[in-house]
């Protein structure tokens, strides 16, 4: 539906955040998602610039990259997005992830989503030591 | 609207629940949630039973459990159940999660949020690459 | 933030359907939900239309009325609306639900819940016996 | 899965629906979900109903044709359902949709996402002055 | 992205768990997704326990197994899982599902993801007859 | 669960982004939302900046102001998230929308919600028109 933007068609300004995707992760492939993103340079940047800042693999946080992968692709899956769990599935390996670790994080994922409906269909009141 | 079972009130089959419930977190309080789900003492034991083995602190598995627990709030955020996220986020403060861990969370969950629905917009076809 | 509309301040479209409600239901309490959906009249009498003809105890589909409210309930706890929970579980009790009906139809929604996210995080391809 | 049910072989009643379909859209092709929905006359007519009463292009309410098609695209979007973000996509396109406002309208979706998001997670107390 | 483990190169645990899927479903297909689950021993042994146990042709419980693969439907189809819609649609029509069944299934499942929002939107608070 | 960070208690970050946030809306008022997020000064000028560029009621975009604002609120109703939809409905208020906007913006999401597992209920091809 949405056609993917090309380097050699595309703006200075979107070019600029293809070389700055392209140096951070040491690759001459921008993927499709940018690609389509271009289409609003305004998005572009600003997700980019989130994503290099929050899960780059030099990003200095509070959790490591791997963990913060982990908990992206929980979302994704959780979510239904394939495009989402495949790229950062890939993302991830990169990262280190076995596939023991990717099993163990799909487990927590379903135990999750099967606990939040029970307690919404039970209405479990909040304990008063956790309020 | 579902009455809480205390411990006085329970069969012997969700007391056996109860116990191991105290003694594996050594407290004497049963979370609600657990007092809700002795309704259906089959659920109950099976819920339990891989919640300790997947999420305990003493669990080994492929992750570390404050890891687990970071997913399992990360879900629980995404699909908006309070009880769960409360519940949750007392656990991982024991396990050690820091506030500012669980602010980095929550920015990937919502950064994670954000993007799906961009990669699904624009429905972006997946790089050959990442097949 | 939305007011209820009360009976004596509808307009006689409102009303007209406010009466039907009472008279199917034999009751002289129009639920909340109704007097909400009042503000936007064509709304309201295509939902009430629908819930009338579909969820109604004396509807003559290929489902029983229970069953209708079982699914409903599932659903409304899987989207974690409290208000649909609470008015359709009082609805199902009045059609015959058991505890034991309602606690097992969330040990499914709960089962579900985490297949669903076990299959699409394994990427799993359809069984060409299921195509 | 399930067949999709061509004029030649639908009921009176399904092909009243179609001929309406056709005539209000000025085109002889009856789009896979009305041929899918055939299955269930009572479901096709009701949804039909609406969708030509709310979504017209000559519906006369009180937002604008083409706003709301890009508020069921959002939604669609959101929601991550395929066919209804391609076949509102045209109907959009159709209704005067640029490009620009596509995209203006998923970036708004993922800042939605996002945000409610962040909101569910700090559990953010609603302020006295919205309430 | 996930390879499926064949039978022959299953581990001993793992084949136990195909053994006995085999045998209570009286077939020599063990579907996909449990293919797939095999990655994760601990999770395909407590999910296919929870499946025979709950879903089961034979299971003992407070509503028919054809009322649970209902259920089971109406989530999945709500969460937009491809593959659990088909391989639980397959199931029911093993349990003599008739399309009629599904089809008003799905009008409920339509009816509830309706009024669900309807519901939140205009925020109605819970009847006093409800709490 | 998590406090709010007042004015007289935020660095120097915060601070500039909540003079912005008030003179951007012309209030001495920042709303809670705002307050909770000052925990992670990244996230608060990211989605600040994205929240002004995007939704101000100056922006220049392609949509105007006060449809970006029923799209944003047609998200957060369908997600479920009240604190979303309180907020962002006094701002479509003050942006001028009525009270009839608001109830044909939910019938909208209502008939979204609907379609939308409908389509994927009966797993609808996509049209050869629509590809």
Not at 118 to 130: E, K, M
């Amino acid at each position: 539906m949405v056609t993917l933007i090309d380097y050699d068609h595309a703006s200075a300004r979107v070019r600029h955040v293809y070389d700055d995707i392209m140096a951070t992760r040491k690759t001459s492939h921008v993927n499709n998602f940018w690609r389509a993103l271009a289409h609003d340079p305004d998005t572009l940047e600003a997700v980019w610039s989130r994503m290099k800042r929050l899960m780059g693999s030099e990003a200095d946080g509070a959790l490591d990259p791997l963990t913060k992968e982990l908990i992206y692709l929980a979302v994704s899956v959780s979510n239904g997005c394939e495009y989402c769990v495949r790229s950062h599935a890939a993302g991830a390996e990169r990262k280190g992830m076995t596939a023991a670790q990717y099993a163990e994080m799909l487990a927590v994922v379903g135990l999750a989503n099967e606990t939040n409906r029970l307690a919404i269909g039970y209405q479990v009141p909040v304990d008063d030591s956790l309020r």
